[in-house]
T-cell receptor, first 113, second 114 residues
Framework: QKEVEQNSGPLSVPEGAIASLNCTYSDRGSQSFFWYRQYSGKSPELIMFIYSNGDKEDGRFTAQLNKASQYVSLLIRDSQPSDSATYLCAVIDRGSTLGRLYFGRGTQLTVWP | DTEVTQTPKHLVMGMTNKKSLKCEQHMGHRAMYWYKQKAKKPPELMFVYSYEKLSINESVPSRFSPECPNSSLLNLHLHALQPEDSALYLC?????????????FGPGTRLTVL
């Protein structure tokens, strides 16, 4: 069973701050990494994916991947109250023939005005 | 069109009922998935279809029966469910099954079993 661990949270930051969400995974064979945002009562929405070591930026979001440390993070700059949600980290194995996503338990983020 | 749609949004059923959940995508994706999500837990994979063939069943009880009539549609037939089956049922799709294809989720069906 693949393990994906996230900060237990909840994480609370003021509006305008940087929110940092962390995720570690147990299997060095993991190849692809995804961050989903899920508002209460809604479905998960894909916000970032990363396959290569380093940083990937998209607007206010930056994903960082360090395969040697088996660590992936999501930074949200200029956090807004609308960013308040649960953030799910998910990984897929290298060469997966099943497309199986392994999810962490999620980190609840609250951005207060 | 980059959406996955699901119907109905909400479903309440008794333990003796038979009902179906429907999922549709028009992105040309050839992999489709059913997930179940309980409150404050991550989604749990139930079934995976690739090119309209069932490629994985995660030991799901037979009271859940998936069907993929064509590459755009995915159904989940429900029969003799238990109250503990109450959950959010999510459909997802991806271009293909691979490590590099993102999965996109539909809005889900909130199921309550009485």
């Amino acid at each position: 069973q693949k393990e994906v661990e996230q900060n237990s949270g909840p994480l609370s930051v003021p509006e305008g701050a940087i929110a940092s969400l962390n995720c570690t995974y147990s299997d060095r064979g993991s190849q692809s990494f995804f961050w989903y945002r899920q508002y209460s009562g809604k479905s998960p929405e894909l916000i970032m994916f990363i396959y290569s070591n380093g940083d990937k930026e998209d607007g206010r979001f930056t994903a960082q991947l360090n395969k040697a440390s088996q660590y992936v993070s999501l930074l949200i700059r200029d956090s807004q109250p609308s960013d308040s949600a649960t953030y799910l980290c998910a990984v897929i194995d290298r060469g997966s023939t099943l497309g199986r996503l392994y999810f962490g338990r999620g980190t609840q983020l609250t951005v207060w005005p | 069109d980059t959406e996955v749609t699901q119907t109905p949004k909400h479903l309440v059923m008794g333990m003796t009922n038979k009902k179906s959940l429907k999922c549709e995508q028009h992105m040309g994706h050839r992999a489709m998935y059913w997930y179940k999500q309980k409150a404050k837990k991550p989604p749990e994979l139930m079934f995976v279809y690739s090119y309209e063939k069932l490629s994985i069943n995660e030991s799901v009880p037979s009271r859940f029966s998936p069907e993929c009539p064509n590459s755009s549609l995915l159904n989940l037939h429900l029969h003799a469910l238990q109250p503990e089956d109450s959950a959010l049922y999510l459909c997802a799709s991806s271009r293909e099954i691979s490590s590099y294809n993102e999965q996109f989720f539909g809005p889900g069906t909130r199921l309550t079993v009485l």
